[in-house]
């Protein structure tokens, strides 16, 4: 069974879904047939993309039929793991919209043949409600994961939900601490100069590229400044 990819497409700027577009073609680029391409979308993700990501022959998933599959409703970057599988008997990627992964990752060969789950670094700790509760040494962004044959995400994250009970998922960051909470102990992370994530709203991580790809953290919410940088030096180095 092939490996399965898949992007989140829900409330973005129009960057966001150009770089969404960006994202879904440099990884065709780059891994050809090796897997199945799918786009999970809500209903924030804007019309006129959707039907661009039909045209492009890529697969289109409403998660709305999902929201049931864990003990909270999805918020914000939440909606990427709904549904938290689609394909648990093979390796199944999840990537941000904002991220473009665009020279073939080791990290990538690495976990096709194995067993442990991936995920992109972070430049510091943020886990929303669940900073208290990880050690502040964990570092991760995930804008990228990998999720390995028969890895129930569905079951792992329920059991952190009944063990840290909340209200509700509230928090941009609530993700990235439920999935460490859930997977810490098979977890692989990406190294940052790999995937290197940038956002101009952070003097902690400023604008350059990782050698294999770049999170360009901030898209959605307007902050365009890098991913035109990004784009004017792609014009540049192909026209100039």
């Known amino acids: 069974m092939k490996p399965l990819i898949r992007w989140t497409a829900g409330k973005m700027s129009s960057e966001g879904g150009k770089c969404l577009m960006h994202s879904i073609n440099e990884w065709t680029n780059t891994y050809e047939e090796t897997f199945d391409r799918v786009v999970c979308f809500n209903g924030e993700c804007p019309e006129e993309f959707l039907s661009e990501l039909i045209s492009m022959g890529v697969k289109c998933v409403d998660q709305t039929d999902y929201v049931d599959s864990l003990s909270y409703a999805p918020y914000d970057t939440f909606w990427k793991f ?60 995930t804008g990228l994961i990998g999720l390995p044959p028969h890895f129930d995400l569905e079951n792992k994250l329920n059991m952190v939900f009944n063990l840290y009970p909340f209200l509700s998922l509230n928090n941009h960051c609530d993700d990235q601490g439920a999935f460490i909470c859930a997977t810490k102990d098979r977890l692989k992370i990406i190294p940052m100069d790999h995937i290197y994530v940038c956002n101009p709203q952070a003097n902690f991580a400023p604008y350059r590229l990782g050698i294999y790809g770049t999170h360009f953290a901030g898209l959605n919410q307007g902050l365009v400044k890098y991913w035109d940088t990004y784009n004017n030096e792609k014009f540049v180095n192909h026209y100039c």
Not at 94 to 102: E, F, G, Q
Request: charged share 25%; proline share 7%; aromatic share 8%.
């Open 82 to 141: 709904c549904p938290p599988r689609m394909r648990l008997n093979a390796h199944e990627i999840i990537v941000d919209n904002d991220l473009v992964v665009y020279k073939k990752l080791p990290d990538i060969e690495d976990f096709l043949n194995s067993d442990h789950v991936m995920v992109s670094a972070a430049h510091k700790h943020f886990y929303g409600q669940f900073d208290d509760i990880l050690e502040p040494g964990i570092k991760v962004n």
